[in-house]
C-alpha cells in the first residue's frame, strides 16, 4: 500500500475532476459534461472516447456541482413527518424506486415531532430540489406546507390541504370508511365503535365523518369514538382497553393498521377479548403487518403504486408547477376481509 492510500484513508488519492480528465483527453471540459448528459449534443465516436478514458482513470461527474451550474437538479425533496407509522417508509421506498427509473434522486427531510420546524423547513427551501413531495405532513398547517414549497413543483401525498394551491394525492378514504361500516353491517354488527389517529388531519377526518355517517344511515349505534393521539401501536393499546372497558361493542373500526394491531394485542392480552368471535376489528392501508398470521386483518387496501406513479408522473409532465391549477387526485382502494372480522354472536 502506498503512503497515499495508508489505513484510516488519509492522504487517499483526489478524485480526478472533469477539468483534469479533459486536459488528459485533449478535448474541452465542456464536451466530457456532454458525454455524461443524457441527450446532450455530441458526437458518438467523441463520447465513447471520453467515456472509456473516464473508466481508466476512475472518474465519475460530481453531481453536487454539476447542479449548482444548472438551473435543474433532479433532485426532489421528500417532506415527512411520520416515520413511526410503517406506512409511511414503504410509500418512501416505492416513491424513491419511482424517481429513479424517471432520472430523479431524492432527498428526504425528517421532520421530527416537537422540533423547530421552521429551523427544519428551512432546508427544504435552501436545497436547489426542483420539486417537493409532502408525505402526510400531520404537524404542518396549509399556511406552512405553502411557505415549504413556494417557487418549486409540489405533490401532497395522502393528505388534502384546502384553498386549491396545493396538488394532492390521496386514497379515496370516504369510500373506505363506508365500505368498513357496510362489512360491519353484513356480518350483523349493530354497536360499532371509531377509534382515530391524530382527530384534526384531514386523513382521519374523512375516514371518521364518512363511518360515521354511513353508520347512521344503516340504523347502526356508533357505542364509542376514541381519540388514540397518535398513529401509533401504543396508542390503539389505550385505545382498545377503552373499548373494553366502556363494554356492548360488537366491533371497532381503527383508522389505520398500526393502531388496529396495537388494539387486537390489548384485546386479547389484556382485556380478555377474542378477535374476532367477542369483537371484530378493522384497520386502514394494508401495510405488511397488516397480513401476518398474528394479526391477518380485515383493511381498506390504499392503492400504493398506482398514488406513486400518479404522483411521478406529476413531477414529469409538469402539472404540479407553479402557476399550474392545483388538482386533487383520489384514488380507489379495495375492501381487504381477513380474520378479524367475523359474524357476530349474541352474547
Keep these: 500500500m502506498s503512503d497515499s492510500e495508508h489505513a484510516g484513508g488519509k492522504g487517499r488519492r483526489k478524485p480526478i475532476t472533469a477539468r483534469e480528465l479533459a486536459r488528459l483527453i485533449g478535448v474541452s471540459q465542456s464536451a466530457v459534461s456532454r458525454a455524461f448528459t443524457p441527450g446532450a449534443s455530441i458526437a458518438a465516436e467523441l463520447r465513447e472516447k471520453i467515456l472509456r478514458h473516464a473508466a481508466e482513470v476512475d472518474y465519475h461527474p460530481n453531481a453536487i456541482a454539476s447542479m449548482l451550474s444548472r438551473s435543474r437538479s433532479n433532485i426532489v425533496g421528500i417532506v415527512v413527518s411520520d416515520m413511526q407509522n410503517p ?6 421506498e416505492k416513491l424513491s424506486r419511482a424517481l429513479q427509473q424517471v432520472g430523479l434522486q431524492s432527498l428526504l427531510f425528517n421532520i421530527a415531532k416537537g422540533s423547530n420546524l421552521e429551523h427544519q423547513l428551512s432546508a427544504v427551501r435552501r436545497y436547489n430540489v426542483d420539486a ?7 404537524i404542518l398547517s396549509g399556511a406552512t406546507l405553502r411557505w415549504v414549497t413556494e417557487g418549486r413543483a409540489a405533490v401532497l401525498i395522502n393528505r388534502v390541504v384546502d384553498g386549491g394551491e396545493l396538488s394532492c394525492v390521496a386514497c379515496d378514504n370516504i369510500a373506505g370508511g363506508r365500505a368498513i361500516a357496510d362489512h360491519f353491517h353484513q356480518l350483523g354488527h349493530r354497536r360499532v365503535a ?3 389517529g391524530l382527530a384534526h388531519t384531514s386523513t382521519n377526518l374523512e375516514r371518521q365523518n364518512a363511518f360515521i355517517t354511513r353508520v347512521a344511515e344503516l340504523g347502526m349505534t356508533l357505542g364509542g369514538h376514541f381519540d388514540g393521539g397518535e398513529y401509533s401501536y401504543a ?11 366502556k363494554g356492548n361493542i360488537d366491533a371497532v373500526f381503527f383508522a389505520n393498521d398500526i393502531l388496529a394491531a396495537g388494539g387486537i394485542d390489548a384485546f386479547r392480552d389484556e382485556a380478555g377479548l377474542r ?6 376489528v378493522a384497520g386502514f392501508d394494508d401495510i405488511a403487518m397488516a397480513g401476518w398470521p398474528r394479526y391477518s386483518i380485515t383493511t381498506f387496501r390504499q392503492p400504493l403504486d398506482e398514488m406513486v406513479q400518479v404522483t411521478v408522473g406529476m413531477i414529469e409532465d409538469g402539472s ?16 381487504i376481509v381477513r380474520k378479524t372480522t367475523g359474524p357476530f354472536v349474541s352474547r
Design 132 to 138: 417537493v413531495i409532502v408525505i402526510s405532513a400531520t
Design 87 to 92: 406506512f409511511y417508509p414503504a410509500l418512501i
Design 194 to 196: 371509531y377509534v382515530a
Design 320 to 335: 404540479c408547477e407553479p402557476g399550474q391549477s392545483a388538482t386533487i387526485r383520489r384514488l380507489s382502494g379495495e375492501l
Design 235 to 245: 396508542a390503539g393499546r389505550r385505545a382498545a382497553l377503552e373499548v373494553a372497558a
Design 275 to 280: 378477535v374476532p368471535e367477542d369483537i371484530s
